[in-house]
């Protein structure tokens, strides 16, 4: 079982640190901060935490390129690690799933993501799991002021607890494997909890 490389999307600077775009970031923040590993190493263009998720080797990455060149980190942070992209989880913000959804997928389209696009168009390849979170979609107005805004304080009530869910998605992504992961998934939506 090789090392598994997640890789929340964003933009670098405090200036997005709250932003609806970012939560990949906000995402590993949280991660990274219940099993106690620190964004301490530089490199590849990406702001990088390492260590063990219940006894598995995981290496946390934060873009720091923008969001849509964020193929440019993934790239050679795959293959400096020799990560198998089956090993490779990207987090990131879906304004197709309404606030607070949690969906995962072991391979697929960037769906319109420009993030995503740009690490499918740097690996040649879209044979990789990735994690989304709903952010729904602005009322009115232009999406990319939208993505670009912070949350409300019920919004990020509603992100903290679909952050908890994905924690416990990545965990078991982690220690089971994807279809145990996805089966959990399924199960809680089921149970609407």
Known sequence: MGRKLLVGLGNPGPEYAETRHNVGFQFLDRLAHKHRLNFTTFKFRA???????????????????????????VKPLVKAYEVEL????????DMDLPLGTVRL?????????????SIIRALGNQQFPRLRFGI?????GDAIDYVLS???????????RAYEVGIEVVET???????????WLAQRNRDGR
């Open 47 to 73: 702001c990088l935490a390492q260590g063990e998720i219940n006894g598995h080797q995981v290496l946390l990455a934060k873009p720091l390129t923008f969001m849509n060149l964020s193929g440019q980190a």
């Open 86 to 93: 089956s090993d490779l989880l990207v987090i990131y913000d």
């Open 105 to 117: 997928r072991p391979k697929g389209s960037a769906g319109g993501h420009k993030g995503m696009d």
């Open 136 to 140: 729904g979609r602005p009322p009115h």
């Open 150 to 160: 912070e949350f409300t304080e019920d919004e990020k009530a509603a992100m903290e």
């Open 173 to 183: 992504w982690i220690t089971r494997g994807m279809e145990a992961a996805l089966n």
